[in-house]
């Protein structure tokens, strides 16, 4: 991800309607199945500037790592020693040592090569019957000049999610498209973007939107996020969300 996405994020995701609302539509799918939990050994895999660690704290203790210089200088305030600086790809922890792990936007960007080696990581880091909710970007249609500034490599369906999943061994529990209220808005962007090639935006998709805006586009995730608390799906949206379970006995590369 370019060095300036690093910035802006750190600048803005406490506050972002964006943020805000994926942390909520990842809390329906938490509290489902770990209502009450304060004590869980949690990995968030791919850190970023730490805002999710943050959020992650309401479950127990977080522990975070992330490969890029960039997390550790702009996330700094958030991260404080709970920050390893590693790649998914190997993970510097034993064998069934966390409860929950979780990967938000980053198993496909071009530093992740190949999705089955992180998720095998994953699968040891965790504890049997531990769990891992993973977010990606869905929908190779919907490629945009964002996933150029991220570094973003592929973009998902939730077959493709699920499969990748089984390959290794996880169980299924819930998956779903997400931020789906709002699609109209990316997809006239990326109909923008390819009608006009030529045509620069100043920016980042990240910049905090004027306050009343940003107010307004936190209320349709917060309904997604409702929706998704009472188990129900989404058949299109612009990411995919999904909540996988290590099965007890179950050994990687095996689908189940």
């Known amino acids: 991800m370019e060095r300036t996405e690093y910035e802006v994020m750190a600048a803005v995701e406490s506050r ?21 939990r304060r004590d869980l050994r949690i990995l968030d895999a791919g850190c970023g ?4 660690v943050v ?10 790592v992330d490969l890029a210089p960039e997390a550790a200088l702009f996330g700094a305030e958030r991260l404080r020693s709970r920050l390893a600086r ?13 409860d929950l792990v979780t990967s938000f936007e980053v198993l496909y960007h071009r530093g992740v090569p190949d999705e089955s080696v992180a998720l095998r990581e994953t699968w040891r880091v965790l504890r049997p019957g531990g769990r891992v909710l993973l977010r990606l970007p869905a929908f190779e249609w ?3 000049r964002h996933d150029s500034a991220v570094h973003g490599r592929r973009r998902y369906t939730t077959n493709e999610v699920r499969e990748l999943l089984q390959q290794q061994g ?10 789906t209220l709002l699609l109209p808005l990316p997809l006239t962007q990326r109909f923008i973007e390819r009608l006009l090639p030529d045509v620069h935006r100043n920016g980042s998709d990240l910049q905090l939107p004027p306050a009343i805006l940003n107010e307004a586009l936190r209320w349709p995730l917060a309904a997604e996020a409702a929706w998704i608390a009472r188990g129900r799906t ?13 099965v007890r006995g179950g050994d990687p590369g095996i689908a189940n």
């Open 170 to 179: 996880f169980v299924v529990e819930r998956i779903s498209y997400v931020n």
């Open 55 to 64: 959020f992650l704290q309401r479950y127990g203790c977080v522990t975070a």
């Open 234 to 246: 989404f058949p299109v949206g612009l990411s995919v969300i999904c909540r996988a379970r290590k």
């Open 16 to 36: 972002h309607w964006w943020y805000g609302g994926m942390r909520a539509i990842a809390a329906a799918l938490l509290d489902e199945v770990y209502p009450g």
């Open 49 to 52: 500037t730490g805002g999710n």
């Open 86 to 98: 590693a790649t998914v790809l190997a993970l510097p922890f034993a064998d069934s040592c966390f």
């Open 142 to 144: 919907l490629r945009g």
